[in-house]
């Protein structure tokens, strides 16, 4: 049937049951709490999946309506966000299997575990947004984790999805495996990225390497979120002296979880075999004059405008000290010369209003 009737006598019974459920998720957690608030939406997505299909197309609208009437101080009973309710429920019973599910690590589980369940630890706007975006069980359960973990906003959420976190994360060509001892070795892969994305810089040709490095200090909360947690800046053109002369790390970071230094070499260029060599050589440096017995080695990474993957493992191959080599990728700004030749923003609707005509 494509209407309700309103004298339907199971649909009354069953809105008055879920009414009275309403009324005890307000009673037991004042329904502000966050947790029952997602465990309330997963049990109401639950109850519409059961009844929609026996009520036909105006059923949301007219759960909406009666919610709405009978608790006019909540939100949330929009129809809209009834939809969203559902999806939620059949996000989890149903989990998305688009992709390769080879390295799922503890899954999202339904109904039997929803008590363990990490994703109700999660803001609805959070929810929402993994609804929309992620079609992968496994790097849905990813961005959980790693919401919960770094406390991310929403907003940081959205960007490390626009930037496709789930695969960078771990994918930097490294030589860790033989530089480092298990399990460090793993927890050190995974703090490295590839690329680095930093999408909060906007820069016009030409590039220079001071230039780039000044950016990432001048927005080094920013930078550091990037770099991911418990990285902790140190310095800028770092200062060591060796045989008299002087030499200056581009970027030191000690990272508080792994208990290691951090260099960063930026490079604003194709990555050729001798940066592995000056990195090393760096890396020795603060080694010996910087990092204190109960420290670990020091780790080093190359940021390169671009690399090709063989060419880096053959650089690491036979390196004694542990380093990583990832691109790194920014906004460009256009020239003046081409940004001219783009339509502007009134021409385009235009253009798209004589097509509809």
Not at 48 to 72: C, H, M, N, R, W
Request: glycine fraction near 4%.
């Amino acid at each position: 049937m494509s209407e309700i009737n309103l004298f339907d006598l199971e649909y009354k019974k069953w809105i008055s049951e879920l009414k009275t459920k309403i009324r005890s998720t307000q009673i037991k957690a004042a329904i502000a709490v966050n947790t029952a608030l997602i465990r309330f939406y997963w049990d109401l997505g639950k109850m519409i999946s059961e009844k929609q299909t026996a009520y036909g197309t105006a059923f949301l609208e007219q759960v909406s309506k009666d919610l709405k009437a009978e608790f006019p101080e909540m939100n949330g009973f929009s129809v809209t966000n009834l939809r969203y309710c559902k999806l939620f429920y059949n996000y989890l019973a149903n989990p998305p299997q688009v992709g390769d599910e080879s390295n799922i690590v503890n899954p999202p589980q339904v109904e039997d575990d929803l008590k363990g369940n990490l994703i109700f630890q999660l803001p609805w706007g959070h929810i929402k947004l993994l609804i929309d975006k992620i079609k992968n069980t496994a790097e849905s359960h990813f961005y959980i984790q790693e919401s919960i973990a770094n406390n991310w906003s929403r907003d940081v959420l959205a960007l490390q999805i626009k930037t496709d976190l789930y695969k960078r994360q771990g994918s930097a060509i490294t030589n860790f495996a033989h530089t480092l001892p298990d399990p460090f070795s793993d927890l050190a892969q995974q703090t490295l990225k590839d690329p680095y994305v930093f999408d909060f810089m906007t820069m016009s040709k030409p590039f220079q390497e001071k230039d780039i490095e000044k950016q990432l200090v001048a927005h080094i909360t920013k930078f550091l979120l990037e770099l991911g947690k418990g990285f902790a800046f140190v310095g800028q053109q770092f200062h060591i002296e060796i045989a008299e002369n002087d030499y200056y790390i581009d970027l030191l970071f000690y990272h508080i979880k792994l208990k290691c230094y951090v260099v960063i070499e930026l490079k604003n260029t194709k990555f050729i075999p001798e940066y592995a060599g000056k990195l090393n050589f760096y890396l020795s440096a603060v080694d010996s004059l910087i990092k204190q017995e109960e420290d670990k080695p020091t780790i080093g990474i190359l940021l390169c405008r671009d690399k090709n993957n063989i060419e880096a493992e053959f650089a690491l191959r036979d390196i004694n000290k542990p380093m990583g080599i990832s691109e790194f990728q920014f906004t460009e700004i256009l020239p003046d010369n081409l940004k001219s030749s783009l339509p502007t923003i009134e021409e385009i609707e235009s253009e798209l209003k004589n097509l509809e005509e």
